[in-house]
């Protein structure tokens, strides 16, 4: 039999303090590693957005720019889309 501090430490008390005593310096180390890795950890959410789909009205202009369409084709479909929607009859 051992006392510790005045108390009798025998059997499980041995057990019951050295398992204690692994699980807080596992709990430690685990703090310590994970503070580790996202302090290190490159930026994976960085604002680098992925560029819109363009707009009816920028094809066109590409349309334009390329010469597959003519100013005047260009103008008449830029027409229709601001007109808005086609109802149907």
């Not at 025998?10 to 890795?37: D, E, K, N, P």
């Not at 819109?52 to 229709?80: K, N």
């Amino acid at each position: 039999m051992m006392f510790w501090y005045g108390h009798d430490v025998s059997g499980w008390g041995w057990f019951a303090m050295s398992a204690g005593m692994i699980l807080f310096w596992a709990l430690i180390v685990t703090i310590a590693v994970l503070l580790f890795r996202a302090v290190n950890r490159p930026h994976e959410h960085s604002h680098v957005h992925a560029p819109a789909a363009p707009s009816a009205e920028d094809i066109l202009r590409e349309r334009l720019a390329r010469g597959e369409i003519d100013e005047d084709e260009y103008r008449r479909r830029l027409t229709t889309l601001h007109a808005g929607p086609l109802t149907k009859r």
